[in-house]
T-cell receptor, first 115, second 108 residues
Framework: DTGVSQDPRHKITKRGQNVTFRCDPISEHNRLYWYRQTLGQGPEFLTYFQNEAQLEKSRLLSDRFSAERPKGSFSTLEIQRTEQGDSAMYLC?????????????FGPGTRLTVL | QQPVQSPQAVILREGEDAVINCSSSKALYSVHWYRQKHGEAPVFLMILLKGGEQKGHDKISASFNEKKQQSSLYLTASQLSYSGTYFCGTPTGNQFYFGTGTSLTVIP
């Protein structure tokens, strides 16, 4: 078990470009979460997958953001037409599930800088 | 829906104790506590599931008062390694809300 991994760890892009991030969860975990975190703030929920199904999407997530989890394994988060306000740390977490006992394990994050 | 934590920041000397509070305006069914060191991902500390439940992890423990919709994290005899930002969090439906965070700095 190698933990949750994310790639890339850092991404610098110009405004208007598209970016895609990848998350590989812990292998037996069926739940996967994406969060965004800006400096000095707590992680902000973006979206959630149970296996390959995207069950929840934050209303704060604009239509420029899309996430997929094909075959219930790794997940990708794409941001189209990036804006400077998208600069943040994007965190992925996975869990086994189990309602209130659901413990999330976080990856190291992808830091996005939009110039 | 984001839980509010207090204090926002605290500085301690090694060996001192601290309490971090987490309050929600909505009903809490469970409270999760995480610690995040600078530049790193949040790390799970503990979950509290029942009202009044108190859990311990080394010298870190927590309580949960369902009626008051509050949880508190207790750090006893703080160590340098306790430094970081502490977040409470709670699930609501399929979403998860982290609290506003408390920055804890332990100095020698």
């Amino acid at each position: 078990d190698t933990g949750v991994s994310q790639d890339p760890r850092h991404k610098i892009t110009k405004r208007g470009q598209n970016v895609t991030f990848r998350c590989d969860p812990i292998s037996e975990h069926n739940r996967l979460y994406w969060y965004r975190q800006t400096l000095g703030q707590g992680p902000e929920f973006l979206t959630y997958f149970q296996n390959e199904a995207q069950l929840e999407k934050s209303r704060l997530l604009s239509d420029r953001f899309s996430a997929e989890r094909p075959k219930g394994s790794f997940s990708t988060l794409e941001i189209q037409r990036t804006e400077q306000g998208d600069s943040a740390m994007y965190l992925c977490a996975s869990s086994l599930g189990g309602g209130a006992t659901d413990t999330q394990y976080f990856g190291p994050g992808t830091r996005l800088t939009v110039l | 829906q984001q839980p509010v934590q207090s204090p926002q920041a605290v500085i301690l000397r090694e060996g001192e104790d601290a309490v971090i509070n987490c309050s929600s305006s909505k009903a809490l069914y469970s409270v999760h506590w995480y610690r995040q060191k600078h530049g790193e991902a949040p790390v799970f500390l503990m979950i509290l599931l029942k009202g009044g439940e108190q859990k311990g992890h080394d010298k870190i423990s927590a309580s949960f008062n369902e009626k008051k919709q509050q949880s508190s994290l207790y750090l006893t005899a703080s160590q340098l390694s306790y430094s970081g930002t502490y977040f409470c969090g709670t699930p609501t439906g399929n979403q998860f809300y982290f609290g506003t965070g408390t920055s804890l700095t332990v100095i020698p």
